[in-house]
């Protein structure tokens, strides 16, 4: 791995705490310095970085020592206190009861903006699980936000039998710490609430704002990792801090209806404020698809994909997300296809730059859409849709994008494509990745991935953005409406045998608007700080 060389070699688990501190941004994450999968006695391991590209590896931060951590010291938030500029960590901790509680930390020297020494307060554990709480389900504590009555909040996620819960507490001083009897939000049928993230978005903007913002030019995101999916949802909403309630735009259904920041691989996501951007950057856990015995063998387990930047689309009914701009520091020899038609059928290679490390970005022009074929919503499926099934067969209207990671015959590769449907009332697009070919090997979770949305019926152009990184495919359609995160590990398309190609299985033609793609070169990291030194 190139792009994310900085994670890679960390035997990463999950993002815990990133934050900006002092010119710094840091990343701490769930790390077991033993092996490379999940164990017992969990670390917060750190590193630090001027670009969130570059990164330095620092000693761990936070290890499990005292009773109240003394099984593991799992996933948490950092929050900074304004006024005293000082940030503080709250973690979950299995204490020596194998019970999870909710502990505090805290810099011992402020004045290093590397912070590489962090105390435990003397009154951990600063949050027990509450009644109607399982003890061994409560667990990763958010960013707290400051309300207008200056109470601190934060909330935890819970489980009761098979009822997931998100729990909120209230603070007025960062340590002493009682819950709200009501849950902040609750789910029947679907088990633990991991990682919940809860903060606000701009309605006028696409800048961020800072966590504790609430007024009436902000909407406010519910973000919930369901354990059992193993997927990130969100829900956008209202929030009056004065009653504690947060009032969603729509409900939560379980179904392919709510609304997830990634249809891939992508979870246990972790957002945080950029104030020296104004910006609210997201990162998210990227787990393998291969065996467990492959982990292991490979030394590692898990990425963290590239930092994103989020937003409030236009509608209001949706966020969106793109790569932060310093992705492209990494871009390298450029390759530009313009005006050029792919006929039903056909396929084009895009040659010239290094295709097992790209970052591509193409803009296709599209048929009238009115000759979309009809499709019955009540039959829509979308993992069925993005099957191999659908990849290869015609449509009028796609499947056209990309077959990244491929071989030079396309005996293996990896699909990403849309391909549009008129309904009764609207027209859809189907945004897909479909892993069933991406390697010859066997014992891999080769699953389809993808989701639909609407389309304008005016529409001319759709956009689709991949990040290519020998097993990692990041893709962004339509200028971030839609992300889909692939995880695949070729046998042929490896180094200078990978291949790229613009495709189009469609009957009816479309055109490369604007094609652009870059060889990326290595992101750098370093035991050795002071070759970073400003």
């Not at 912070?115 to 109607?132: A, D, F, I, Y």
Request: glycine share 6%; net charge negative; proline share 4%.
């Amino acid at each position: 791995m190139y792009i994310y060389t900085c994670v890679d070699m960390s035997k990463l688990i999950l993002v815990a705490a990133p934050m900006y501190y002092k010119g710094v941004y840091h990343f701490f994450y769930q790390h077991n310095p033993h092996a490379a999968t999940f164990g017992e006695k969990m670390v917060w391991a750190h590193s630090v970085s001027y670009d969130l590209i570059n990164w330095i590896h620092l000693n761990h931060a936070i290890e499990p020592s005292e009773p109240f951590d003394l099984n593991s010291c799992w996933s948490g938030s950092a929050t900074i206190i304004p006024g005293k500029e000082q940030p503080v960590i709250l973690y979950s901790g299995i204490d020596d009861k194998k019970h999870q509680v909710q502990n505090m930390a805290m810099p011992k020297n402020l004045s290093d903006p590397f912070l590489r020494e962090w105390v435990k307060h003397p009154q951990n554990p600063v949050m027990t699980p509450p009644v109607g709480v399982e003890v061994d389900n409560f667990r990763d504590p958010s960013t707290a936000w400051l309300g207008k009555d200056g109470k601190w909040r934060v909330v935890i996620g819970a489980q009761n039998g098979d009822e997931g819960k998100v729990v909120l507490y209230q603070s007025e001083d960062f340590a002493n710490w009682t819950v709200e009897l009501n849950p902040f939000f609750a789910s029947d049928n679907t088990g633990v609430c991991e990682c919940p993230d809860f903060f606000p978005v701009s309605i006028n903007s696409t800048n961020g704002v800072d966590t504790s913002v609430q007024n009436q030019s902000v909407k406010q995101v519910l973000k919930i990792s369901y354990y059992r999916r193993n997927q990130d949802y969100y829900i956008l909403g209202k929030y009056g801090n004065s009653d504690g309630n947060f009032i969603p735009d729509v409900k939560f259904t379980g179904t392919s209806l709510d609304l997830r920041f990634d249809y891939g691989k992508f979870y246990a996501s972790k957002s945080f404020f950029d104030h020296a951007k104004s910006r609210r950057i997201l990162w998210a856990w990227v787990d393998e698809c291969d065996t467990r015995d492959d982990g292991i063998e490979k030394g590692w387990a898990g990425l963290q994909c590239i930092p994103r930047q989020v937003w409030l689309d236009e509608s209001g009914n949706r966020l969106m997300q793109w790569p932060i701009e310093e992705v492209e520091k990494l871009r390298d020899k450029q390759i530009s296809i313009k005006g050029e038609k792919l006929v039903g059928g056909s396929i084009l290679e895009v040659s010239g730059i290094t295709a097992s490390q790209a970052d591509v970005e193409v803009l296709f022009e599209l048929p009238e859409l009115e000759n979309a074929e009809f499709l019955d919503e009540s039959e829509v499926d979308p993992h069925l849709l993005c099957s191999e099934e659908y990849v290869s067969r015609s449509g009028i209207i796609g499947p056209f994008g990309l077959l990244a990671l491929a071989s030079e015959d396309q005996t293996e590769h990896t699909a990403i494509f849309f391909r549009i449907y008129k309904t009764s009332n609207r027209y859809i697009c189907f945004m897909c990745s479909d892993q069933s070919r991406s390697s010859l090997r066997e014992n891999l979770d080769k699953s389809s991935y993808g989701t639909i949305f609407d389309i304008d019926p005016n529409q001319k152009t759709i956009s689709l953005r991949s990040l290519i990184d020998r097993s990692i495919i990041e893709s962004f359609g339509e200028k971030g409406k839609i992300c889909i995160t692939s995880r695949v590990y070729p046998s042929l398309a490896i180094d200078k045998d990978a291949h790229l190609f613009a495709f189009n299985n469609g009957r009816q033609s479309v055109v490369i608007s604007e094609l652009n793609a870059w060889s990326m070169k290595h992101a750098e990291f370093d035991q050795d700080e002071s070759i970073y030194q400003q």
